[in-house]
């Protein structure tokens, strides 16, 4: 039981990390893409921050941060390459 509830608090993180990225970032994406933006975020901005040595805190709302910087780092990347 605990494995879908993880799965389903990793989903809910990624689509506001990533909702809220494609706000700051203004780039239009559907909820499968602001999901995938924000679990891939979240692992970017996981690593940046820990690399950093910047701590966010625990919980919720320090992940959706974490993941909403990361999402905005690969964001940013993508548009980039894409020029």
């Known amino acids: 039981m605990f494995e ?3 799965l389903f608090i990793w989903l809910i993180v990624g689509a506001v990390a990533g909702w809220l990225a494609g706000m700051i970032m203004k780039s ?7 999901i995938i933006v924000g679990i891939i975020g979240a692992f970017i901005g996981g690593w940046l921050l820990t690399t950093l040595g910047v701590t ?3 919980g919720m709302i320090s992940a959706i941060i974490t993941a909403t910087i990361g999402a905005v ?3 940013f990347a993508i548009g980039l ?3």
């Open 4 to 6: 879908i509830e993880s």
């Open 56 to 58: 966010v805190g625990n």
């Open 28 to 34: 239009k994406g559907g909820l499968v893409n602001n």
């Open 73 to 75: 780092v690969l964001l």
């Open 81 to 83: 390459i894409k020029k």
